[in-house]
């Protein structure tokens, strides 16, 4: 008897708990229509401007701190650690209050994930990527129009290859930090993990953040850290200087390459999403 009803606890906690939603069309042209998908590209646009805004500053005022040549020294300023809070703080907070509306990507990296594992449609990922690279701008621009001579003196917080490091280095960094990131997203946005962990209550914008700042604990020193191809972007735009553009092709090639190895991980080798659809197509046949 307790063999019987052990089996059958097994069974009903075996059974799928959870629903995936339906893979995202690639041309979706009714998206055009509707207002959601035009407040969900302000949301974006907003969110990587502000995003850039608080970061590139907390970057300009640690250096400013730090001059020696104004009387600063190396240990004032929120160093390295909190420059890595800033970004991983503002992503936390940023994906919390966007996440129901655009789903909080401020990322082209992520979005281009998300598309790869058919979480957006093309239209909607491209228009996201445009939204957030506008705003990763004007943000950027913000900041320079409140800092004016600390923005130029202090670098524009614009993302290169440090001293030291070659170009390889620094494209692995962003590689492996976008898979970090990206892979997180996933896992943070999974309904299976949402359906079998409800008891736990984590925020998924908890993890994504935390994935944010440990990133940049590392790659701080090699690039800069970029892992999103928007905040490079808006900040060698407004900086505009020649080392910051021949350097820009690693934080566009790096982040996209970890993103698609990231949902490529997640969504067929952890999700079996090849599996899955083999054996629907042979029980269809």
Known sequence: MAKDVEVQEQGEYSAKDYHDPPPAPLF???????????????????ATLLFLYVTVLTIIGYKRQTDTNVGGTECDGVGILGIAWAFGGMIFILVYCTAGI?????????????????????????LYMVAQCAGAICGTGLAK???????????????????????????????????VLVYTVFSATDPKRNARDSHVPVLAPLPIGFAVFMVHLATIPVTGTGINPARSFGAAVIYNDDKIWDDQWIFWVGPIVGAAVA?????YILRAAAIKALGSFRSNA
Request: aromatic residues 16%.
């Open 102 to 126: 655009s789903g909080g990507h401020i990322n082209p990296a992520v979005t281009f994930g998300l598309f790869l594992g058919r979480k957006v449609s093309l239209i909607r990922a491209l």
């Open 28 to 46: 979706d042209p009714e998206e055009l229509t509707q207002w959601s998908f035009y407040r969900a590209l302000i949301a974006e646009f907003i």
């Open 263 to 267: 949902a490529f991980y997640h969504q």
């Open 145 to 179: 129009g409140f800092q004016k001579a600390y923005y130029n003196r202090y670098g524009g917080g614009a993302n290169s290859v440090a001293d030291g490091y070659n170009k390889g280095t620094a494209l692995g960094a962003e590689i492996i930090g976008t898979f």
